[in-house]
């Protein structure tokens, strides 16, 4: 029997990954698009403009992860492409923050809507559990498995807590270079105030509760997968 090529398989592998996903965003896309041919509403249409925020975090993890496979995380570039990606990561999780723009309307029916709506959610979500199982990977290179995890358990409540202030603050992840003061101070402030803020910090756990419970599994049962 002749040999398998690992490299071959994993580069085969690697095409599936990216083509499942794209055929998963194509979906949603069509399913848009056919929504504004037939309603003629552009209602939704800045779910377009969301979903190309949330592949970035993907990119740019792997992008890191195909660095560290030969280079230091603490070289310039590594720490850079790092906090970039930490930076767009809650874009991913904010669509799911998009449900609160359903209505019934006489465009379209609202089982269709919300179907609509689900499917840019669901891509989301899986773009962003698969931007950070990629960063998880790295992590279990260079630490103990229980470090890595809870390193990945930080960056899923900044990334919930971030989700968050961009919903209802309206900050978005440039804000960081372009309103740091403004940025600082809201943050600050809920630190500073937290009886005036509760909703956020509800907000923030049970966000972060649901998404680190949701790769938990997937996490997991990539494992028992392998044995």
């Known amino acids: 029997m002749p040999a398998v090529n690992k490299h071959t398989g994993h580069e085969r592998d690697v095409y599936y990954f990216i083509a499942s996903i794209g ?19 552009l209602r939704y249409v800045f779910l377009i403009w969301n979903l190309v925020l949330a592949v970035i975090p993907l990119m740019l993890a792997w992008w890191l992860y195909e660095r560290l496979k030969t280079l230091s995380w603490f ?7 790092t906090l970039l990606f930490i930076g767009f990561l809650p874009n991913t ?23 609509l709506l689900s499917s840019f959610v669901i891509n989301g979500i899986i773009l ?5 199982f990629l960063l998880h ?20 409540f900044l990334a919930s807590f971030a989700a968050y202030l961009g919903r209802f603050t309206r900050f ?12 600082l101070f809201d943050v ?4 500073v105030n937290p009886s005036q803020h509760s909703d956020t910090y509800l907000a923030t756990f049970t966000l972060f509760l649901v998404l680190f419970c949701t790769y938990l599994v997937i996490y997991t049962a990539s494992k028992l997968l392998k044995r």
């Open 23 to 41: 055929l998963s965003c194509m979906v949603s896309l069509v399913l848009l698009f056919g929504r504004i041919l037939f309603s003629d509403s």
């Open 137 to 156: 990977k790295q992590l279990l290179r260079r630490l103990a498995e229980r470090n890595a995890l809870t390193i990945v358990a930080a960056i899923f």
């Open 172 to 183: 978005n992840s440039w804000d960081i270079i372009l309103r740091p003061a403004g940025l």
């Open 128 to 132: 962003g559990l698969a931007s950070i």
């Open 75 to 81: 070289k310039w570039q590594q720490v850079i492409l």
């Open 93 to 115: 999780f904010y669509l799911i923050t998009d449900f609160v723009h359903l209505r019934q309307t006489d465009e379209a029916g609202l089982y269709f809507d919300v179907v």
């Open 188 to 191: 600050s402030d809920r630190f």
